[in-house]
Each structure stands twice: as C-alpha cells, then as structure tokens.
C-alpha cells in the first residue's frame, strides 16, 4: 500500500474562472486543521497564491498532474457550511458557470484573497561588477532603504506603468528576489478605550486625586466626564471623552503619561445599530386574511405568490410571518430588487424587530460585509433584508424566504458571471434549507403568473387599499395632439399635466414625476444631415450632461466635449433630441420657481447612502417635487404624495423586446402605486401620443390579469417564456471578423448535439461595447424537455471546444440562462 492511500488530499475552488475544482495535497501538520468551507493558502500557476476554499476532503490523488501541498489553513472555523455549497453547485449547473465564479460573487472580498507581488534586494548581489541604468539604479537605491518594494511603487520610482521589461533585466543580473506574500485583507476595528488606574478605585484615593487635580481645570474636567461615562458604559471610549470635554486630547494624553488613566484596545462592530422603541399593529380584515391563506396554502405548496394592488398593506403581512419565524429562533430571507428601496424598508422594518434587523447591499464596504456574513452564520442577524447578493449569505437557520416586488428585472445579475435571478435562486434555497417562499407582486412576472395559474404555486390576492381608499385616477395625455393643436406646448410639459402639478402644490401636496431616461438628453444631432455623435469605444449614441456640461456614454463612461460644430458636414446647428431626468428638472424650476425640486438617478445618487438621504428628504417634506428614473417605481412609501407623472410612456411601450409589454404595464401600475397612498384618492397622468395602445387601456381600466392573459398567447405563439426556456450565448472580441467567425463555429459545435430551437448568430440592439464586437446566439428549449441537464451540457462542452481552439482562444464566450 502506497503512502498515497493515506495522505489526504483536498479539492478546493479558486477565485478564477476555471471549469474545475483543483486537488492538492495536505500536509500531516495541518490535518487536524482541515475542514470543508475553510479557506487555505494554495500556490496556483508558477508563482501566485491564492486563498482557495475547502470544496471537498477525500484520499484520491489526480491522475493526470501531481498535486502540490497547501500551504497553510486560513480559518479557525469554516466560514461556510458544506450545505451551503449545494446552493452552490445549483448555481454553478443551472446558470452555466464555474464554482470560481460563484465565489467570487458569493464571498465578501476580503475573504478573497491573492498574493502581492513584492521585490526585494538579492542580498548576494555585489553592486560593483555590475553596470546599471538610471532607472535600475533609482530602484535600487529605493531597496536600501526600504528593502522590499510593490509593483505600484516601482512603478511610482521610475515614473513607467510598465515595469515588467526593467525587472526582467533587474532579474537577470541577479539583483532582486521576486516574492509573492498573502496578505488577509480583513481587519478587526479597534478602538481606544480608557480605565481608571486600580490605585484610584478606593475612595479615599479618588479623593486625593480630585484634590491635586483641583489646579488643572481641563484635566479635572475629563476626570468627571469619565466618571459620568461610566455610569452608563463599561468601556469608555477615548475618541468620546474627547467629544464629551469638547477640548483637545492634550490635557487626556498628560493623565494618561502620569498613569491615572490606563489606555487598552477593543474590538467593535463596524456597523452600529441604535436600539429602536419597538411598535406593534393590528392587521385589518384583508391583511388578516391574507395571512391566514398564505399560511394554509404552505400546508400544501412551498411557495406562495401574494398579489396585491399598490397601498394593500403587503408589508404588515410580510411582518406578522417574519415575527413567527422570530418566535422559533429562525432566520428569515427578506429580498428586495434596490438598495434605493432597502433603507426605507429596513427603518420600517426596525421599527417592529429593532437591533435583529440588517440590510446588506454592495454599498457596504469590504470589512462590513465580512462582518455581517459572520453574524449570519452566527445566527446574529435573523432578519436580512437584502438587495440580490443576500441569497448567497450562509444563514444558520433559515425559516423563510421573502421576494417583494418579485417582477423585478433588477433581480437578474448580468455582468460578470454568474447570470443568476436572484428569485429563482431565492425558491432553491428555500427548498433546500426545507422552509417556504413568498413572492410578492402588485403586478406578477409572466413567468410567476403562469406557474399560479397552472396550481403550481398557490394563489393569495389582496384587492383593497389598506385605508379603503380607491385606488388612483389614470388619465392620459395625448401630447401628439397637443403638439399638434398647440404647437407652442412647454417643452416636455403637456398643459394637463402642468395644470395637474399646479393643483398638487397649491394643496401642499408632494408630486412624482417618472422619465426613465437619466441625463439631460439622450442625443445631440445636426439639424441639417442629422449626424449623432457616438461613442469612440461603443456602438451608441452619446447623453448630453448638463452638469458637466459634455456627451457621455453610458456603458463605458467616455465622455467628450460637446462640439461646436458638425462632425460630417460642418454645420454649427446641432440641437439636443429626446429628454432625460436632467432637462425635466430643468424644465420644472423654470416652471414652478418656488418649488423645492429633487432629482433620483444613478447621476444624483452615487454616494453611499445617497438614495437614503434623498428619499429620507422626500418623505421628510423638504421637496415638492421628485424626478426620477425606475428607481421610483419600486414599492416605495410617500404618504403626502398626491400626483405622479409619467413624463413619456412611448419608449417603455416601443422598447425592441419580447416583454416589453409585460414591462411597460408593470412600471407604470408600480409608479402609479405611489399616488395617493394614506389620506385620499390619488392621480396619475401619463403623457403618450399613443393614448388607444392596449396596454394603455388595459391600465386604465385595472386589468393586468387579462393583459397578462393577452400576453401568453403571444409568448406561446412564438416559443418564448414561459413555455419556453431561453440560453443565450454571447461572443465578444476587438475583431469583428474573428467573433463573427468563432459564433458561426460555436453554432456549427453545438449542431446536432444540441436538441434545440437557435437562432443567429446576429449582432445585438448595441453591438460594440468597450471596443469589444458583440455577436449573440439565442437558444429556445421547450419547458417539458427532459434533455435540458443534457442540452446544458452539450452547450457547456461546445463552448470548452471553442476556447481549446487556438484561433478562438482570445475570444470571450459566456451562457446567459432565462436571460433578463
């Protein structure tokens, strides 16, 4: 028996996008330290270490490479569970990527590290008999002083971006040792807390204290300030002593030099939640049951689709169900499709849970959601409230999974890999942490309405506003005859909904105005032979931003200056075309000069908590008037708003997609949701110049069912969802004859093995993004094909045998499942 057959051997996942899990070997001083779900250092390619997880501990070495050892294990305790990455592997098969790339999207990054590069001096090195160059030398010098250098710093020495060539040269003349150090990129947060030196804890020797201190006002002054402190807190925080003197830190630094205060370090929580006063409720007859339906429902079905129209009260009915997995310790999975919507949901929610309550989003910094993950897996936190990454959290003890708003197309993850729905990747961990769904909607995907209707998911409908109030008044606006009758219309501003906003403010009430169209305007062009500036590295026309006051793209972020003339015929009349958040809150403070106007966008809301502080604004009553893109439409709470405005309905409705009447009912039922929440009937205008267009009308007369009905007959005609599940491949490359060539090859692989509907390859609406060619191949299967595992796989293999190619080895190929 070989020595083999008792080593242990580890599979780990690496941080790459790599098509298998890698074997390596563990060494007899870290095998009482191995365990599945710990990180451990590996050295992976020639030279780079990276920190790997534990996917699997077996005794089977490779056949067809030797494993290497790992270095050393990263973690005291896992910092996943093995049943998390079943999850995993759902993930990795059905979106059709690797295990690499689920943890890169799976794990906070400072969990994911690699080595650094560091240069250090070759101390055999004897400078004499060697001839440098000024740059070699420069680096050199820098070694003797500091001994061991980064890329970036070398690259800051010799003032060179590329510094690969001089270290080449530095490496052959022996000079420099090149090391790749792990580096753990999470760090404990620590504080300075102060404590009273134990000579002063008698009375008596406090009392001498105060005595000589009687001199020194300031000093005296922290002394009692400390004391107060104490009374309320163990550990006194230096940083807030020096708050609560309101001095300098100098007289606090002399007390502790003569050792009357004696410093330590703490650790704390980066993320502080302030204790709330805890209310209760009682849910009124529709919520009550509603609740009690969803409950029999679960008796039968795991999942549960709750439509209620706008203002029903869904949210009370999501608490009542998260205080009865409270009751029994369990953690409940709380999604929700934007961060702009987590903070006002997260304040509400507090509101009934207090401290158990946590949101997590990528807004978060690295060393927060390391902290967060932990508390998860503690069992800490038992209700998250998250944005789509929160699926991947490895919650201790799951007991129920809500999705709100679960029409979301926010929902899908698009770049980078993996593509995954994060409601559908929600159900799954349900199921396999055997607790149930809820999926809420005022308006159902297509997808979830038809599994309703087939009896595959229950049913639960909640018709009535929760203050009995009716639901909003619609009315469009028919801006093509207005233009037509009164060629003098306001801009963007049709004269129905100018009045409609008039009466809104004089009531001192809150309007909402939706053009989901950020910046000022879409494009500039020539009046003459209508030129329209593009964007040098993408296929699209430039957006006009007023506060910057240049052309922009909105893929890659090339910006430009507005030219003064023409750039095919020279002439210097160029005009703006189309409108965007921008130029309709531009419009507005021409309009109403005394109104308090606010803009949410992806342009006004770039800080941390730049959604929160706008909307916080809004519901605090510090602006009239708000102008927004989509971000509006998502189950946000005003109470005061009276009016929402749709400033164009044509582009959601001529949109070039296959839902793009599904969309279009949906945003506009979500945003009209909005008006007229608590005190009275709200109004909503929608200026179109297709006012008879059918999903208008279905709108205005409340029947998304029969539209959505309408809509069904359609997809099954033409073999879409939700009769059809769709794959779509994409390839990009610099060349477009190249990715012409390798889709026409990947198509040509997958003939045949493949027991499918394609189509393509063809370019898609944009077809060159950062200089890359972008060509598609669409791939319908049937819903009730029993090959789809091996359909998936034939893709799967297909696109390998494109890559191995050496011709198309270059170009990028990726699988899009249920794309969005």
């Not at 070989?2 to 070997?25: C, M």
């Not at 030279?47 to 990263?74: D, F, R």
């Not at 998250?386 to 197309?409: M, Q, T, W, Y």
Request: glycine share 4%; aromatic share 10%.
């Amino acid at each position: 028996m070989t020595e083999d057959n008792f080593a242990i051997f580890v599979n780990v996942i690496l941080p790459l996008h790599l098509q298998q899990v890698y074997t390596y070997r563990v060494p007899k001083d870290w095998e009482a330290e191995i365990a599945v779900g710990k990180r451990v250092a590996i050295q992976f390619g020639a030279k780079k270490v990276y920190a790997g997880l534990i996917y699997q501990i077996h005794h089977t070495p490779p056949k067809n490479y030797e494993a290497k050892y790992i270095y050393s294990v990263l973690d005291e305790e896992p910092i996943l569970d093995p049943k998390h990455f079943l999850f995993w592997d759902w993930i990795s098969k059905y979106y059709l990527c690797s295990l690499g790339e689920v943890m890169q999207a799976a794990l906070p990054a400072a969990f994911k590290l690699e080595s650094a590069t560091r240069i250090a001096a070759n101390p055999s090195f004897e400078l004499d008999q060697t001839e440098l160059d000024d740059k070699e030398y420069l680096v050199y010098e820098a070694l003797e002083v500091k001994h061991e250098l980064t890329l970036e710093e070398i690259s800051e020495i010799i003032q060179l971006k590329n510094v690969f060539p001089l270290l080449k040269s530095m490496v052959k003349k022996e000079m420099i040792l090149i090391k790749e150090q792990l580096e753990e990129r999470y760090k404990e947060k620590k504080i300075t807390c102060l404590k009273l030196a134990p000579q002063f804890d008698e009375e008596p020797a406090l009392e001498a204290l105060f005595a000589t201190l009687e001199r020194n006002e300031k000093q005296l002054n922290y002394l009692l300030a400390y004391l107060h402190l104490r009374q309320h807190e163990t550990d006194i925080d230096k940083a807030l002593l020096v708050k609560t003197c309101n001095g300098t830190s100098a007289p606090l630094n002399t007390l502790i030099k003569k050792g009357i205060f004696i410093p330590y370090q703490m650790s704390v929580d980066r993320i502080q939640i302030a204790a709330t006063p805890k209310e209760d409720f009682v849910l009124n007859q529709d919520q009550e049951s509603a609740f009690v339906d969803i409950k029999k429902a679960w008796e039968e079905k795991d999942i549960v689709l709750l439509q209620g129209i706008t203002g029903s009260g869904k949210t009370h009915v999501y608490v009542r169900l998260i205080q009865e997995q409270m009751e029994q310790g369990k953690q409940v999975l709380f999604l929700l499709p934007e961060i702009a919507l987590t903070s006002q949901i997260v304040k509400r929610i507090r509101k009934f849970f207090g401290e158990a309550c946590i949101s997590y989003h990528s807004k978060y910094n690295d060393q927060e959601k390391v902290e967060i993950w932990q508390k998860v897996k503690d069992g800490r936190y038992q209700i998250i409230i998250g944005a789509r990454s929160a699926v991947f959290l490895p919650f201790k003890d799951l007991g129920l999974c809500i999705v709100d708003e679960e029409h979301e197309g926010s929902y899908k993850q698009h770049d980078p890999s993996p593509r995954y729905h994060a409601r559908d990747a929600a159900m799954i961990l349900a199921k396999q942490s055997n607790c149930k769904t809820l999926l809420g909607s005022a308006t159902p995907s297509m997808e979830v309405f038809y599994m309703a209707q087939q009896n595959k998911y229950a049913w639960v409908k909640m018709e009535k506003r929760f203050y009995e109030i009716e639901p909003p008044k619609i009315e469009t606006a028919n801006i093509a005859e207005e233009r037509r009758v009164r060629s003098m219309m306001k801009d963007d501003i049709s004269l129905q909904m100018h009045h409609a906003i008039e009466d809104a403010l004089k009531q001192n009430e809150q309007v909402i105005l939706f053009q989901n169209r950020r910046g000022y305007a879409p494009f500039l062009s020539c009046n003459k032979c209508e030129w329209v500036p593009k964007c040098k590295n993408c296929d699209i026309s430039l957006t006009y931003h007023k506060y910057i006051d240049s052309l922009k793209c909105h893929y890659c972020g090339y910006t430009q200056q507005v030219p003064p003339t023409c750039g095919a015929c020279g002439s210097t009349q160029l005009s703006l075309k189309g409108v965007g958040t921008e130029k309709v809150e531009d419009e507005l403070k021409e309009l109403y000069p005394l109104a308090r106007i606010a803009r949410l966008d992806l342009d006004a809301a770039k800080t941390k908590n730049g959604h929160e502080e706008i909307i916080r604004s809004f519901e605090e009553r510090q602006f009239d008037i708000l102008v927004g893109t989509q971000m509006l439409s998502k189950g946000l709470d005003f109470e005061h708003v009276s009016l929402v405005g749709v400033i164009n309905a044509d582009s959601l409705l001529s949109f070039p997609d296959f839902r793009a009447h599904e969309r279009a009912m949906q945003m506009l039922l979500q945003v009209s949701g909005r008006a007229g929440r608590k005190h009275k009937q709200g109004r909503v205008v929608i200026q179109t110049s297709m006012p008879n267009h059918f999903v208008l009308q279905a709108l205005l007369h409340q029947q998304y069912n029969a539209l959505m009905e309408r809509e069904l007959e359609d997809r099954q005609k033409f073999a879409y969802p939700p009769f059809y599940r769709l794959i779509k491949l994409v390839l990009k490359h610099k060349d477009y004859k190249t990715v012409e060539q390798a889709a026409l090859r990947l198509k040509y692989l997958m003939t045949g093995n493949v027991n499918a509907v394609m189509l393509g390859p063809e370019s898609p609406h944009v077809s060159k993004i950062r200089n890359y060619y972008i060509k598609e191949i669409l791939i319908k299967i049937n819903r009730n094909n029993p090959e789809l595992e091996a359909v998936k796989q034939a893709i799967r293999k297909s696109m390998t045998e494109l890559n191995s190619d050496k011709i198309y080895r270059s170009v990028i190929v990726y699988a899009d499942v249920d794309p969005g």
